[in-house]
């Protein structure tokens, strides 16, 4: 059983219902402002200096602790998925096509109690706490957002730490790993132009579809033949634009996908093998390709330091057996940009049934959690944040 500490099992109930209030009211990335009152009500009630509207819905909370030390900050996200749920628990969302299918509201939740147990504490430490509560995390901008408007000029974080539920661990198990954690993520633009034409006189026409067709078989071997074996990396495309009716070939083929890396350096050299593959096949085929990409976010790497302390605080909380270095993630995540400027770690907090059956994964409409998880995702977040501010 988990050693959850008592100062944050007497805050069980409101933390339960306060991620339940939240699971019932979702918001959208850039749209939370009901979460982010809620969050900057309760913060400012703690004695937190409390800034609003940073990246549009993004709250910061600074307390200066008794003494001087190091500041650690604490990371939640607030933004939920456009999703219908499908869960039909009591307290499934309100909106219909808007959900918390990705755990934000226990995250929010979890990060509140853990402010208010530090605050209390505030007196008897050395430095001081910083918490940032994200939007748009699903549209993989928030942190850059709030980044852009100031959130971190007059803060300097010697650490950070931040949780994300995770159903396909069991509750009461905490997965903790030092290095990359979460891939970089670019999205893809290529389109692919010929000349339309009739579809019974494809000779007549420079037919885009079959180039594309190409491009994208090709694009499958910059992964598995020009990429190291022991890296890795994903590259999709996920998205077709083409024609308008089937006796006709379209002018041009638009397709959109996505590029997520580890290793930056790769990231640089499978986005030019992109260019010069979608290039060479289309010139080959008679037609011209344009490829553009928007970079989202870097790759999440936990820092060695905070890992080491997380570590600590997790086995304090589950046992040494329940802590598990979790498979780097494919996933994105924008705390990256949080870590280039706070050496942090990213810790995943088992959310899946306890008697192991299936737990629907996130962004699924079923998705829900195994609510024990709260008070073990609190206890971390105060745990490791305690650690940093102790460490020399």
Same mark, same amino acid.
């Given at each position: 059983?988990?050693? %959850? ?31 982010? =009152? %809620? ?13 609003? /509207?940073? &990246?549009?819905?993004?709250?910061? &909370? #600074? ?39 990705? &755990? ?26 910083? #918490? ?9 901008? /928030? ?11 007059? @803060?300097?974080?010697?650490? /950070? #730490? ?18 990359? !954690? ?9 389109? !692919?132009?010929?000349? =339309?034409?009739? &579809? ?9 579809? @079959? ?25 999709? %495309? ?41 290039? /060479?096949?289309? +010139? ?16 999440? %790497? ?13 086995? *304090? ?5 329940? @802590? ?8 994105? *995540? ?20 306890? *008697?192991? +059956? ?8 079923? #998705? ?10 609190? *206890? ?13």
């Amino acid at each position: 059983m988990p050693s %959850i500490s008592a100062e944050v099992q007497v805050l069980c109930n409101d933390m339960v219902a306060l991620r339940r209030d939240l699971h019932q009211h979702p918001e959208l990335g850039f749209q939370e402002t009901r979460t982010a =009152g %809620i969050v900057a009500e309760r913060l400012r009630a703690l004695g937190y200096t409390v800034r609003t /509207g940073l &990246g549009k819905t993004g709250v910061t &909370g #600074f307390l200066k602790c008794g003494r001087p030390g190091k500041t650690v900050l604490l990371r939640a996200d607030i933004d939920a998925l456009p999703i219908l749920e499908q869960t039909g628990a009591p307290y499934a969302s309100r909106h219909p096509g808007t959900m918390h299918a990705c &755990g934000h509201d226990a995250h929010t939740a979890m990060a509140l109690s853990a402010a208010e147990i530090l605050a209390r504490d505030a007196p008897t430490l050395h430095g001081n706490l910083f #918490f940032v509560f994200q939007p748009a995390e699903e549209l993989l901008v /928030g942190a850059e957002a709030m980044l852009k408007d100031g959130a971190l000029e007059a @803060v300097a974080p010697d650490f /950070g #730490f931040a949780v994300h539920v995770m159903n396909r661990i069991p509750a009461g198990t905490i997965a903790v790993r030092s290095g990359p !954690v979460m891939t970089s993520a670019d999205k893809l633009h290529i389109t !692919v132009t010929g000349r =339309g034409g009739h &579809g019974a006189n494809p000779h007549s026409a420079v037919d885009p579809v @079959v180039a594309a067709a190409q491009v994208i078989t090709a694009l499958q071997t910059l992964v598995s033949r020009e990429t190291h074996p022991l890296k890795s990396a994903v590259l999709s %495309i996920t998205m077709l634009k083409a024609g308008t009716a089937f006796n006709i070939i379209p002018d041009a083929v638009e397709m959109t996908g996505t590029l997520r890396c580890f290793d930056a350096d790769l990231r640089t050299t499978l986005l030019a093998s992109l260019k010069r593959t979608a290039e /060479g096949i289309a +010139s080959a085929l008679r037609c011209t390709a344009s490829v553009t990409n928007e970079f989202l976010t870097p790759a999440v %790497i936990n820092n060695p330091a905070a890992t080491a302390l997380a570590c600590e605080a997790a086995k *304090d909380i589950v046992g040494a057996e329940k @802590v598990v270095e979790w498979e780097p993630l494919t996933g994105s *995540d924008d705390l990256a940009y949080l870590w280039e400027r706070a050496p942090g770690c990213y810790a995943f907090i088992g959310s899946g049934r306890s *008697d192991g +059956s299936p737990s629907p994964a996130g962004h699924n409409a079923k #998705f829900d959690i195994e609510e024990s998880c709260l008070a073990i995702g609190a *206890d971390f977040l105060v745990r490791a944040a305690r650690a940093a501010l102790r460490s020399r």
